[in-house]
């Protein structure tokens, strides 16, 4: 289970790096109690009563399954940045600008995760989010198109939360790949 775009779906993606460095996987999330939320540093009651309630509701299999082997398949990855990011990074301190990157981010993984994708990576300011792996749908190219129109249609919304115009690029790559891990875990 991906922790992060579990938590980025509850509205709670600011706590997915103390998650992470704490090496907490989807096995433990039903396990956890509001001491350790609080350590992990969640200091809000309401998000940990929002946690501990969605935890409760995950249902993981522990025995992970052995990797699947490599296979061909066509897949649609979808890159969307912030417009004009360069340019903003030298103008606000870097406090607003990780608070304007990470809102972003927040929204186009929740997007992309609503749509059936999965976020690859960030990279600065950039999302990459791939759909047809490694879960599969027939229309994959669909649900990427979909996810972009989505962005393009929240960042009014999001401009207006941040108090600043920001716009988004997008793109769609489609081809065949050979999914599977490269080099390890």
């Not at 460095?21 to 009651?45: C, W, Y």
């Amino acid at each position: 289970m991906d922790v992060r775009a579990w938590l980025h779906g509850l509205g709670l993606g600011q706590y997915a790096e103390a998650f992470e460095a704490n090496h907490i996987d989807g096995s433990m999330l039903s396990d956890l109690t509001a001491d350790d939320l609080r350590e992990l540093g969640v200091t809000s009651l309401g998000h940990r009563k929002r946690l501990l309630e969605a935890a409760a509701t995950v249902e993981v299999d522990v025995q992970e399954p052995a990797a699947a082997a490599p296979e061909r398949r066509q897949v649609a990855v979808l890159f969307a940045d912030l417009c004009g990011f360069t340019t903003l990074s030298t103008s606000v301190d870097a406090e607003e600008l990780r608070r304007i990157a990470g809102r972003f981010l927040a929204c186009a993984d929740e997007i992309v995760v609503a749509r059936g994708g999965t976020v690859d990576k960030h990279i600065g300011d950039a999302t990459m989010a791939i759909f047809g792996a490694p879960i599969a749908y027939e229309d994959d190219a669909l649900r990427a198109v979909a996810a972009a129109d989505d962005l393009q249609h929240a960042m009014a919304t999001l401009s207006a939360e941040l108090g600043r115009e920001l716009a988004t690029h997008v793109g769609i790559a489609l081809g065949d790949v050979v999914a599977g891990e490269v080099g390890g875990e």
